[in-house]
């Protein structure tokens, strides 16, 4: 394996399992890892083993290209990432504040007058029954509450996830230094 111009040979899937097996021992060299992962990309056989191995290596690959990236470039990187996650976070703030000024208008109206008119349609016809009519719109008022609600905890979710990745991009930026 150590020649890679000599295409010619081909080694067997139970021997390129043992290689595997090996490299996930750490009981291989660098340059046979390398030859390894070259073969492994040139080659059609495919178990859960070699396949797993291929994905580690690959995903080994983009990480050390992201670690020899200049610092400036991975500066902008993150800064353009946490551009786009403020403005997802702006932009669900924003409905929140739009849905909780219309729910507080709405009851504060409602508390204050007493002959308010409710003009409420289901499937194009008018609903004229006034009982009936408030109970669609707060039907309708308590699913945007929970649809709120339901944002919030996905932004909460997101939020930590964001969390724990900026943990792990720290942890591997402070291990690449050693």
Same mark, same amino acid.
Request: hydrophobic share 45%.
């Given at each position: 394996?150590?020649?890679?111009?000599?295409?010619?040979?081909?080694?067997?899937?139970?021997?390129?399992?043992?290689?595997?097996?090996? $490299? %996930?021992?750490?009981?291989?060299?660098?340059?046979?890892?390398?030859?390894?992962?070259?073969?492994? %990309?040139?080659?059609?056989?495919?178990?859960?083993?070699?396949?797993?191995?291929?994905?580690?290596?690959?995903?080994?690959?983009?990480?050390?290209?992201?670690?020899?990236?200049?610092?400036?470039?991975?500066?902008?990187?993150?800064?353009?990432?946490?551009?786009?996650?403020?403005?997802?976070?702006?932009?669900?703030?924003?409905?929140?504040?739009?849905?909780?000024?219309?729910? %507080?208008?709405?009851?504060?109206?409602?508390?204050?007058?007493?002959?308010?008119? $409710?003009?409420?349609?289901?499937?194009?016809?008018?609903?004229?029954?006034?009982?009936?009519?408030?109970?669609?719109?707060?039907?309708?008022?308590?699913?945007?509450?929970?649809?709120?609600?339901?944002?919030?905890?996905?932004?909460?979710?997101?939020?930590?996830?964001?969390?724990?990745?900026?943990?792990?991009?720290?942890? $591997?930026?402070?291990?690449?230094? $050693?």
């Amino acid at each position: 394996m150590n020649d890679r111009s000599n295409n010619t040979a081909t080694l067997s899937v139970k021997e390129l399992e043992e290689l595997c097996r090996l $490299y %996930l021992d750490c009981r291989l060299t660098r340059l046979q890892e390398r030859e390894l992962h070259y073969v492994l %990309l040139h080659t059609e056989a495919s178990t859960e083993l070699i396949d797993e191995v291929r994905g580690m290596m690959d995903f080994a690959l983009r990480l050390s290209e992201v670690a020899e990236k200049p610092a400036a470039a991975s500066v902008a990187v993150r800064t353009r990432w946490w551009q786009r996650w403020s403005v997802a976070n702006i932009a669900v703030s924003l409905l929140v504040l739009v849905a909780s000024a219309a729910t %507080l208008t709405y009851f504060s109206a409602s508390d204050s007058q007493t002959d308010i008119t $409710y003009l409420v349609y289901v499937d194009g016809a008018k609903v004229d029954d006034r009982a009936e009519a408030e109970a669609i719109i707060r039907a309708d008022i308590d699913k945007a509450n929970e649809m709120l609600a339901r944002a919030a905890e996905v932004q909460e979710a997101q939020q930590l996830r964001m969390d724990e990745m900026q943990r792990f991009y720290d942890k $591997y930026q402070k291990y690449m230094q $050693y």
